[in-house]
Each structure stands twice: as structure tokens, then as C-alpha cells.
């Protein structure tokens, strides 16, 4: 039998869900660590689609609009380093910091990040904005499956908690013969709930969505 693996955004590792759910590594039949693969990669499919949020630290080369305001907003975060903000001109911009807010992917400009566009109408506004600005940047957290003795996991541990406990009622109530009343698909991912997940869980998902700025 094939040993299904953990995807890259895999949240947690099968040996903590194992030992969370009261399982032996050592003992537990390969169908078994195959199908709690599976809820694991689902789970963590599906937390990132409602966050709208990718959590698995690497990087990233984005385009981007410039907000006319002093805040630039990227799509991921926290933000762990700046490669290079590239205008389209091919000169880099460095008078920029992101130390007090790349927490929530922002990047804080004093004299601001200038729009440039296209002019339309009889008073000459900015009306079709350009992407002039290329930001490449590392973000996101170590996952515990990617964690080394060199570079520990930081992945904020109520975001596998919260994969734990849906990963454990999905699993207890397909073993019970309960599943199938909603389904949820994303990708190639398909995700059954059969219950509401319980608000501690849904406050923490809440918790991490994306920050619109």
C-alpha cells in the first residue's frame, strides 16, 4: 500500500495527530495514517481558503498597485524579509520599513508609495492605476513539518490546535457513520462537515484572516 503524504501546506505532522488523537505511531495500521493524511491535508486546504491566507513560510514574487497613501499592503504575512521593491523603471526603493507592521504584511513608506496609472477625462485623473511595482519577499511561518534544529517551527500553535480538533471530530464521526450532510471543495481538495465547528475553533480561524488594507 501507497503512503500518503503530507502536502506543503500541511499544518500539522501525522506522528503530533496521532499522539493527539490517542494513537501509537508504531502500532497504527497504514489505512488509518492514510485517511488522517487525508483530514489533514484537507484541514489545512480549508483554513487557508477561508482565511485567504497562505501560512507555510517561502517566497514570493508579487506585482503591485501603489495606494497613494504610506502603507503598501502584500498579500501574505508576517513578512520575514524584503529581497527588493522594484519600480517600473528598474531602480529599487529602500526608504521603507515594515519592522512595526510586517506582523500583517504592510510595508510603511514616509513620503508614501506614489500612484502611477493612466490620465482619462477632461480633468486628467489617474483613472486606470499601473502595477509598477514588483516586491519579491519571504512571508509566512515555519510549518512542524519543515522544522530543523536550526530554524524551529513558528507556526502560532492554536493554528494547529484548531487543525487537531477538526481533524479528530471529522475522524470520530465517519467512524461513527455520521458523515455526508455538507460538503465543502476546493482544488482538488473535498471536505465533509457534518457538524458546525465549535466556536472556539471558528473565533480562532476568524482570528487569522486575511487583513484587507
Known amino acids: 500500500m501507497s503512503v500518503k503524504?503530507?502536502?506543503?501546506?500541511?499544518?500539522?505532522?501525522?506522528?503530533?495527530?496521532?499522539?493527539?488523537?490517542?494513537?501509537?505511531?508504531?502500532?497504527?495500521?497504514?489505512?488509518?495514517?492514510?485517511n488522517i493524511t487525508r483530514l489533514i491535508n484537507a484541514a489545512s486546504s480549508y483554513i487557508e481558503a477561508v482565511t485567504?491566507?497562505?501560512?507555510?513560510?517561502?517566497?514570493y514574487v508579487e506585482k503591485h498597485f501603489a495606494s497613494g497613501y504610506q502603507?503598501?499592503?502584500?498579500?501574505?504575512?508576517?513578512?520575514?524579509?524584503?529581497?527588493?521593491?522594484?519600480?517600473?523603471?528598474?531602480?529599487q526603493i529602500t526608504d521603507f520599513d515594515h519592522s512595526g507592521c510586517?506582523?500583517?504584511?504592510?510595508?510603511?513608506?514616509?513620503q508614501g508609495w506614489a500612484i502611477k496609472g493612466y490620465r482619462q477625462g477632461l480633468a486628467d485623473d489617474i483613472r486606470l492605476g499601473s502595477r509598477y511595482l514588483t516586491v519579491i519577499y519571504t512571508a509566512g511561518y515555519v510549518?512542524?513539518?519543515?522544522?530543523?534544529?536550526?530554524?524551529q517551527e513558528t507556526l502560532p500553535y492554536d493554528l494547529q490546535m484548531i487543525v487537531w480538533q477538526i481533524v479528530q471530530q471529522q475522524w470520530?464521526?465517519?467512524?461513527?457513520?455520521?458523515?455526508?450532510l455538507s460538503?465543502?471543495?476546493i482544488s482538488d481538495v473535498s471536505w465533509t462537515f457534518d457538524k458546525e465547528l465549535g466556536s472556539q475553533v471558528q473565533e480562532i480561524i476568524n482570528s487569522y484572516k486575511r487583513v484587507e488594507c
Open 5 to 34: 503524504q503530507l502536502r506543503e501546506n500541511a499544518l500539522t505532522t501525522l506522528d503530533d495527530m496521532l499522539e493527539f488523537m490517542g494513537m501509537d505511531a508504531e502500532t497504527a495500521p497504514d489505512t488509518v495514517k492514510n
Open 52 to 59: 485567504g491566507r497562505k501560512f507555510r513560510k517561502q517566497k
Open 71 to 91: 502603507e503598501l499592503c502584500l498579500n501574505q504575512y508576517p513578512i520575514i524579509q524584503i529581497e527588493s521593491v522594484i519600480g517600473d523603471d528598474g531602480n
Open 102 to 110: 510586517g506582523e500583517y504584511g504592510v510595508l510603511f513608506r514616509n
Open 143 to 151: 510549518l512542524p513539518k519543515d522544522a530543523t534544529e536550526d530554524e
Open 172 to 180: 470520530s464521526l465517519a467512524k461513527n457513520g455520521a458523515n455526508g
Open 183 to 185: 460538503a465543502f471543495s
